[in-house]
């Protein structure tokens, strides 16, 4: 940084915890999660706004965190995966879901994957394999783990689960 880049402070409410962090202008959303929080399930795969590794919810909508300046980001609620469950806590049921249905294997993408199956299912509470291929379509997995990535969604969808 040089000594005239101008500090901002934003505040921002992180899985229900309020923080106050003083960045750049210029530091992306996705770098305060992972620096300034230590929020680190929250990736980055790409410097190109394609993988969706860095999803998060932003008042409640999935967003490429890459893609938002962290000052745009002021006064937001944000929801990252650590934000699912809590140490020792159950896994969520998406999260129960990937597991069961072996629907990760590096899992460098899931933590995104999960947060935009949490936005397909508020959307569409039973999509078809068709609607979760097109509301996963911002998200890669490298390990093209896909067929089991839908499958854990389609035995979600039936039952009605709350992401
Ligand atoms: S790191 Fe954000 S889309 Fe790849
Ligand atoms: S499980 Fe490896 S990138 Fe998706």
Redesign the pocket.
């Known amino acids: 940084m040089s000594g005239s880049e101008k500090l901002h402070a934003v505040t921002l409410e992180v899985n229900s915890a309020r923080k106050t962090i003083v960045v750049e202008a210029r530091k992306l959303l996705?770098h305060l999660i992972r620096e300034d929080l230590g929020l680190t399930g929250t990736h980055?795969?790409?410097d190109t706004?394609?993988?969706?590794?860095?999803t998060v919810e932003i008042d409640g909508r999935a967003v490429?965190?890459?893609?938002v300046l962290a000052v745009m980001a002021d006064g937001a609620s944000i929801t990252t995966i650590e934000g699912l469950t809590r140490p020792g806590a159950e896994l969520s049921p998406i999260q129960a879901a990937f597991h069961e249905h072996h629907a990760l294997q590096c899992g460098f993408c899931t933590p995104g994957m999960v947060m935009s199956v949490r936005q397909l299912l508020n959307d569409q509470p039973d999509p078809s394999e068709q609607d979760i291929r097109h509301g996963l379509a911002g998200n890669i997995c490298r390990c093209t783990g896909y067929h089991n990535i839908v499958r854990a969604v389609e035995s979600l969808a039936p039952k009605g689960v709350q992401p």
């Not at 706004?49 to 860095?54: F, P, R, T």
């Not at 490429?64 to 893609?67: D, I, N, P, R, V």
């Open positions: 996705v980055v795969g790409c706004s394609q993988c969706g590794a860095c490429k965190s890459c893609t």
